[in-house]
């Protein structure tokens, strides 16, 4: 059962708020507007990219009905706090998760993020954490934010490596969900994020080029002061 339908199943509909992330996903925000409720964008977790759990509780109001927590790149939201406040305010939690992957393949793309965390200089690796699965290997890029982490994009590409802008444009920038609201992690995040390859077909001769690729460029950007 997709969210739109688990929402109202739930009862949740037209003049109720559901919370969510603007950081990608931009179909969350559409089944809660499927649904007949309004999305409510609050502030990711910089270190998982996930809801955060004080965020949500500031973004509750009486209208407030349900909170949809997303886990990102392999990392998972923080379902401990968010169902306590669930039941403290009396909402409904809901997981829009992301496709499993067998151990084997996991275990792959666990050696070769190890192998960039060990390599890779001038860029900030992810915050490991427990039980991430790195379905994506999402580094941030210094300097100042999106034109050199494009920048930066472009000369990875041009020397062979592929790599891919996670999110381009929070949700609460997209035309139809336009939203007056301050999310500076997540904007920060949309600006600075850029994946790099770890998929399990990779072989150790790729990850060097993927490291080799990076570190070349990597420490050569300074934020403007």
Not at 60 to 79: E, K, N, W, Y
């Amino acid at each position: 059962m997709g969210t739109a339908a688990l929402l109202r199943a739930a009862g949740v509909g037209f003049g109720d708020e559901v919370v969510v992330s603007a950081f990608g996903n931009v179909e969350v925000a559409e089944a809660v507007t499927l649904a007949g409720a309004l999305p409510v964008f609050a502030e990711i977790d910089p270190a998982t990219y996930c809801l955060a759990p004080a965020a949500v509780e500031a973004a509750i109001t009486p209208r407030t009905a349900a909170v949809v927590a997303v886990h990102r790149f392999g990392r998972h939201a923080d379902l401990a706090r968010l169902h306590t406040l669930g039941q403290r305010h009396g909402l409904l939690v809901l997981e829009h998760g992301e496709s499993e992957a067998p151990y084997d393949e996991v275990a792959r793309r666990r050696e070769r993020a190890a192998y960039l965390d060990a390599k890779l200089r001038g860029v900030r690796t992810p915050d490991g954490g427990d039980g991430h699965t790195y379905q994506q290997y999402v580094v941030r890029i210094p300097g100042n934010g999106r034109p050199d982490r494009d920048a930066f994009a472009r000369a990875v590409r041009a020397r062979g490596v592929e790599c891919r802008v996670p999110v381009k444009t929070p949700v609460h920038r997209l035309p139809e969900f336009r939203r007056c609201v301050s999310l500076p992690e997540t904007e920060r995040a949309a600006d600075e994020t850029l994946a790099l390859p770890v998929d399990a077909s990779l072989t150790k001769r790729d990850m060097q080029r993927v490291a080799s690729a990076c570190n070349a460029l990597g420490g050569l950007l300074q934020a403007a002061v």
